[in-house]
């Protein structure tokens, strides 16, 4: 009964730093699973932006077909209630479509209402043609950052 052994030397378990090491990794692989999301959110954003302008450029031509001209109206933000949006829904367009946010604020100063809206603009009263104004936050589908315009000839 005069020896004692050690029990705790055999023991298995984690010691602290190998735990605060493992915490570590998992907070950085965390971090980059972050960064690469947002990436994705921007892209999303953008490809959702050319799908609309390019829905509202069907809509344009079945109304140009229709009709014989484009829209005409004063000229300011895509909408539901305003020109030519209150022309084109419900029967062109099942709805106007509303830019994705948050804004990517690579156009402030564009004639986009601070980069993220869509901009309509008849070019005068003959409803001859008309422009779109918006923005792309990155490269997306061969169009370059920064502000673009729809108009009957495509976009550009």
Same mark, same amino acid.
């Given at each position: 009964?005069? %020896?004692?052994?050690?029990?705790?030397?055999?023991?298995?378990?984690? +010691?602290?730093?190998?735990?605060?090491? %493992? $915490?570590?990794?998992?907070? !950085?692989?965390?971090?980059?699973?972050?960064?690469? #999301?947002?990436?994705?959110?921007?892209?999303?954003?953008?490809?959702?932006? $050319? *799908?609309?302008?390019?829905?509202? @450029?069907?809509?344009?031509? !079945?109304?140009?077909?229709?009709?014989?001209?484009?829209?005409?109206? +004063?000229?300011?933000?895509?909408?539901?209630?305003? *020109?030519?949006?209150?022309? #084109?829904?419900?029967?062109?367009?099942?709805?106007?479509? +509303?830019?994705?946010?948050?804004?990517?604020?690579?156009?402030?100063? @564009?004639?986009?209402?601070?980069?993220?809206?869509?901009?309509? @603009?008849?070019?005068?009263? &003959?409803?001859?043609?008309?422009? $779109?104004?918006?923005? #792309?936050?990155?490269?997306?589908?061969?169009? &370059?950052?920064?502000?673009?315009?729809?108009?009957?000839?495509?976009?550009?």
């Amino acid at each position: 009964m005069g %020896v004692k052994t050690l029990r705790n030397k055999n023991k298995a378990g984690f +010691t602290l730093i190998e735990l605060l090491v %493992v $915490i570590a990794i998992i907070g !950085l692989l965390a971090s980059v699973v972050l960064l690469a #999301l947002n990436s994705a959110r921007a892209k999303s954003r953008d490809a959702k932006r $050319i *799908a609309d302008i390019r829905e509202l @450029a069907t809509a344009m031509e !079945l109304y140009f077909n229709d009709k014989g001209f484009y829209p005409t109206g +004063t000229a300011g933000t895509l909408s539901a209630a305003g *020109a030519p949006g209150n022309l #084109l829904a419900p029967n062109y367009i099942g709805q106007v479509p +509303t830019s994705p946010t948050p804004p990517d604020g690579s156009c402030a100063g @564009a004639n986009t209402q601070g980069g993220n809206d869509y901009y309509w @603009a008849g070019t005068g009263g &003959s409803g001859a043609s008309y422009t $779109i104004t918006f923005c #792309l936050g990155n490269v997306t589908g061969g169009y &370059s950052q920064g502000p673009h315009t729809l108009t009957p000839q495509g976009i550009q």
